[in-house]
């Protein structure tokens, strides 16, 4: 049975990222520590001015964010999250200064991939989402923005179709 696992595991890194998934919940019931992308959407339901550090002052629109992100640090996605689902009292990340202002509605991941920047072009070239704020969750790295705003709750379906992979609820 454990040369089949590993002739699978070889040929589809989709079914290594699975099984890794399925190995890492059933030793912790609470989620996972394993490093991957994550994809958060948060909701604002009226108009704010929001000063985010260095980047200055934008107006929050009603309707629904969309944040990029990766966690390949000490406790993967789920250590991330942790600190995502709560207000921070010090912002440490620009998307801590959103989360004062919008609800965190929804969030996805895909373990073991570094696609961050992958997705923030996806959904950059996508008509349905508008940037706010350039340099917003990017500026370690070239992208224009990791937030994105879009009027309607997109579906997780339609996220996977723009992102091009299958989504993991978190």
């Known amino acids: 049975m454990f040369r089949c696992l590993r002739q699978l595991i070889k040929q589809s890194p989709e079914t290594r990222n699975q099984l890794q ?10 989620g996972t520590a394993l490093p991957g ?10 108009n704010e001015q929001l000063a985010v550090g260095k980047l200055g002052e934008f107006e929050i629109l009603p309707g629904y964010y969309l944040y990029v992100g990766s966690a390949f640090g000490p406790g993967g996605v789920q250590a991330r999250m ?3 689902r709560k207000i921070a009292s010090r912002p440490h990340w620009h ?9 965190l509605s929804e969030s996805w991941c895909i373990y073991q991939q570094r ?19 350039t340099g917003f969750g990017s500026s ?6 990791h937030l994105f705003h879009v009027n309607n709750k997109p579906t997780k379906h339609s996220l996977q ?7 993991n609820t978190i």
Request: net charge negative; charged share 25%.
């Open 161 to 167: 179709i723009v992102l091009g992979v299958e989504l």
């Open 21 to 30: 998934v399925i190995a890492a919940s059933m030793n912790d019931n609470t």
């Open 37 to 46: 992308t994550y994809l958060l959407l948060l909701q604002c339901k009226q």
């Open 82 to 84: 942790n600190h995502h």
């Open 115 to 133: 696609r961050e920047h992958d997705w923030a072009k996806r959904l950059s070239d996508d008509a349905s989402f508008t940037v706010p704020l």
């Open 140 to 145: 370690d790295c070239n992208c224009a923005t």
């Open 95 to 103: 998307i801590d200064y959103l989360r004062k202002f919008c609800e």
